[in-house]
């Protein structure tokens, strides 16, 4: 995917210093350099870049990026970048790019799934789309009287500009285009308008500029200096992760994100997250000789600020967009080394102490071996269990004690007031241990048992893990499948050079796919694709409501809502058409919510939402389709999938294979009774 980044003004609003607006810094990184590094990501791999303002300074300190990222640019100058609009920067590109693309501005800031959805959900050949934020009355981050209004209906463009009266969305500068776009531009600037708007209007009154829903996803246009400050402050609330203990979110991050990380940015510009997971380690190293030493106040406060420190390594690795599984490998190595190291110097410090022989005499030395000996080991096994977990379970703890990733703040915190209260009686330093020695074997004995459990109940999903089955639509709860592969093949036949069985078979080995994708699969770039998917998707619109949904249908899904068990429909069918289907049923449909396709998400993308949207781990989940795309796409994300053969044989299904949504009902009674999927498999066919 091409990238194409306006990058020509100068920005007088927010640059009175002369330095050109895209190479403005914020945490980490320049302006454009965050848009760029986001969009690559996203999964963009070339990148056409205009400059105008101070082209050769742009030009220079972006090629230093290209050279340290190994990134592709084209720089392409606009001369005209003072006088005219920024449309004037598209057309400069227009004889670089002959292909869809996206269009980006370099002073946005935004989340790379916005963009990453926004690439996968949008290629319609034609058309325009605009990632657009419906929170118009929810987001603070937007200066209302410049920010480019939309106003949107039935999910296409009707108008765009700053000066609209009535809007329902915001433009956040981030497009999909096809080359066509360079030539609605240069219609709007016959008629004096040379913005970037202007070539969308002329788009949308072809009906050719939809949108793409950000949802609850976060961008920012940067235009003046509270701007910018609105920005410096985003990026850094952004940086607490879902899994932080909770001495790192009330303590460690106040003071990393404040001082610590801002600190370091300033002072070492080029500073990379693996060299601060060593200066963690660093002063994690220091705090166990204090200890020995006898210093344990100055050890304690070193082992907290290594612990505030293996926050900012994260921290920059977010901010300068340099994240790598290697810097998590390297960073929870250091991690182990330096806790040791501080364990071992406490330890010294305690074994050495004449006040602790004083207080427990003879059982001084066995005492100390021990609680160490506990504590040591259960540090180091807390992460051990987690990764063993998750390579041969191929499950990841969760909860607010025994989560993958929390813990080590707390233990730490621990050491901290350990070494403080010293000063009282060196005793605490070794309470502390203790405290750790408990802590952390307990998490490890808790872990084994959730494993143990995990691993007697997989077998057993739908009596004891599964939350929710996800049906496919067409051929597995609506009959509609012999209706769709007549028609598919009918068109096949007319426009393509394929016969009747031959068309019946592809259509029938792909469909689990929305048609377009089918087509784009059995025809690659045929010319003809577009005319036939037009002509399949209008057909189906218009008839679909006349095939009604199998007998068994509504009885299975009532029998799952009866278990407690919730379920959802996944389909390639648009999602207005079923919810037109939803609503011209006679009867009450019991499924908690129906995912279509919708800006031309696939249902693959769909199952992501659901599972995300519903916080499912895919074994929580049972997929039903009659396809074996279906049995791909579920198999791809670890969900387990069984097949309705209306269509297909039980060979090609293989053991997952059933007749009809009726025989789930009947294989799930025999499910919870047996305990096995295989045993109440083979009953139920016998």
């Not at 895209?22 to 205009?50: D, N």
């Not at 009355?137 to 700053?162: F, P, R």
């Not at 990379?272 to 304690?300: D, E």
């Not at 990764?387 to 379970?393: F, M, V």
Request: charged share 25%.
């Amino acid at each position: 995917m091409k990238c194409l980044i306006i990058a020509a003004g100068k920005g007088n609003r927010l640059s009175r210093t002369g330095i050109p607006k895209p190479l403005l810094p914020l945490p980490g990184l320049r302006l454009i350099e965050r848009t760029i590094l986001t969009a690559q990501q996203a999964g963009v791999e070339e990148f056409y870049i205009v400059t105008g303002y101070r082209a050769q300074q742009v030009e220079d300190i972006l090629a230093q990026l290209a050279q340290r990222r190994r990134l592709k640019f084209q720089f392409i100058r606009n001369d005209e970048w003072e006088h005219k609009e920024n449309g004037v920067s598209i057309l400069k590109a227009k004889n670089y790019i002959k292909e869809d693309f996206i269009l980006l501005m370099s002073d946005h800031i935004f989340e790379e799934s916005t963009l990453k959805d926004l690439i996968g959900g949008s290629r319609d050949k034609g058309r325009v789309v605009l990632a657009a934020d419906f929170k118009i009355k929810e987001n603070t981050l937007i200066d209302l009287n410049d920010v480019t209004k939309v106003q949107v209906h039935d999910g296409t463009i009707q108008n765009i500009g700053k000066t609209l009266k009535r809007y329902n969305a915001f433009d956040t500068g981030m497009f999909y285009c096809t080359p066509e776009i360079f030539t609605a531009i240069e219609e709007s600037a016959q008629n004096g308008d040379t913005s970037l708007s202007g070539g969308v209007k002329v788009m949308a009154s072809r009906d050719k500029a939809g949108v793409y829903d950000i949802g609850n996803r976060i961008w920012m246009d940067i235009d003046t200096p509270l701007d910018w400050k609105k920005a410096r402050r985003l990026l850094y609330s952004n940086l607490i992760k879902p899994e932080d203990g909770w001495i790192s979110r009330t303590i460690n991050r106040k003071i990393s994100t404040r001082l610590f990380t801002p600190l370091i940015l300033a002072l070492f510009k080029r500073i990379t997250p693996n060299i601060v997971s060593l200066i963690s380690a660093g002063a994690g190293i220091l705090a166990g000789i204090c200890f020995i030493l006898h210093l344990p106040v100055i050890g304690a406060i070193m082992a907290q600020i290594a612990s505030i420190l293996d926050g900012s390594d994260g921290e920059i690795a977010r901010l300068k967009k340099m994240q790598t599984s290697f810097g998590k490998y390297f960073d929870a190595l250091l991690d182990r080394y330096s806790d040791s190291f501080v364990f071992f110097g406490m330890f010294l410090c305690v074994l050495s102490s004449p006040e602790i022989t004083a207080l427990l005499g003879k059982m001084t030395a066995p005492l100390i071996y021990g609680i160490f000996g506990l504590a040591l080991v259960g540090n180091l096994m807390v992460s051990y269990t987690s990764a063993k977990s998750a390579a041969d379970l191929k499950y990841r703890y969760k909860g607010k004690g025994i989560a993958a990733g929390r813990g080590r703040d707390m233990r730490l915190f621990i050491v901290f007031l350990g070494g403080l209260l010293s000063v009282i009686h060196p005793a605490t330093v070794l309470a502390a241990m203790l405290v750790i020695a408990v802590l952390s074997n307990t998490v490890v004995l808790l872990r084994v048992i959730l494993s143990w459990r995990f691993e007697l109940r997989k077998e057993n999903i739908i009596g004891n893990k599964v939350r929710v089955i996800i049906f496919d639509f067409d051929g597995t709860l609506a009959d509609t499948m012999s209706f769709l592969t007549d028609l598919a093949t009918r068109l096949l036949v007319d426009h393509y050079d394929i016969t009747e069985k031959e068309a019946k078979d592809q259509y029938l080995r792909t469909s689990g796919l929305d048609f377009a994708a089918q087509m784009e699969l059995i025809f690659p770039n045929h010319p003809k694709n577009g005319e036939v998917v037009a002509a399949f998707e209008k057909k189906k619109s218009g008839t679909i409501l006349e095939h009604p949904l199998f007998p068994d249908a509504i009885p299975t899904l009532k029998f799952f809502q009866g278990l407690g068990i919730t379920c959802f429909v996944c389909s390639s069918t648009p999602e207005e058409l079923l919810d037109r289907y939803w609503r011209s049923s006679p009867v009450a449909i019991p499924v908690e919510g129906y995912y279509g396709m919708k800006q031309n998400l696939n249902k693959s993308s769909r199952i992501d939402s659901i599972l995300k949207d519903h916080d499912l781990q895919p074994w929580e989940v049972l997929f039903v389709g009659d396809s074996l795309k279906d049995g791909e796409i579920a198999v791809s994300k670890g969900i387990q999938f069984i097949g309705i053969n209306r269509i297909f044989t039980r060979v090609e299904f293989r053991v997952r294979g059933l007749s009809s949504v009726s025989d789930l009902t009947a294989l799930v009674r025999l499910w919870r009774e047996s305990m096995s999927f295989r045993k109440a498999l083979e009953e139920l066919k016998s």
